[in-house]
């Protein structure tokens, strides 16, 4: 029989507060800090499903929806929304609450997908994902389009790269 889990066993909360070595010349956390914390996330909930190491396949676009302002705190709650034979699609939902006030944003949204490895570094199988809530359903019904999108992404970036050189730029 394959093996199966639910969508939150592999869930992760992360929250931090935002102080001003995070943050940019408009007193807003810096894009690239929150790209990581969204990598670190999601790489913990796909090794919380595979029991295995991961490697980061892909990131999709990460859109900011909303500012993360200085002082305030910015949580990230990540869970393997779908599987393949050996990957996992990670959702990452970030949101900044006013710890003052206490209102809360949706900031960003974000997908990634990971690959799981065996000893020997080689793709090995993961196992399937099951929903349960109407969030996860949602995001594991429309799942299979993400990766097709993805797919097409790749193919159409690894033509791109053919047509760029690689000397270097005082070569050319």
């Known amino acids: 029989m394959e093996e199966t889990k639910y969508c939150k066993e592999s869930f992760v909360v992360k929250t931090s507060n935002v102080f001003p070595p995070d ?19 999601a790489s913990i909930a796909a090794v919380r499903h595979s029991r295995s190491a991961v490697v980061t396949a892909s990131t999709d676009s990460v859109d900011f929806l909303h500012p993360i302002y200085e002082g305030s705190s910015v949580c990230l709650e990540a869970f393997v929304t779908y599987t393949g034979r050996t990957s996992m699609e990670v ?28 000893e020997e570094g080689k793709p090995r199988p993961v196992p399937k994902v099951i929903p ?13 389009t993400r990766a097709e999108t993805r797919k097409r992404r ?8 053919q047509q760029f050189s690689i000397a270097l730029p005082w070569e050319v």
């Open 132 to 144: 349960k809530s109407d969030e996860e359903k949602m995001l594991h019904e429309s799942a299979k």
């Open 23 to 41: 943050t940019n010349s408009h007193g807003t956390l810096f894009g690239g800090k929150l790209m990581a914390y969204i990598d670190d996330v």
């Open 154 to 161: 790749k193919k159409d970036n690894e033509k791109m790269a």
């Open 91 to 118: 959702f990452v939902k970030v949101i900044a609450e006013d710890l003052l006030t206490g209102k809360r944003n949706i900031c960003a949204l974000s997908f990634l997908t990971f690959v799981a490895l065996d």
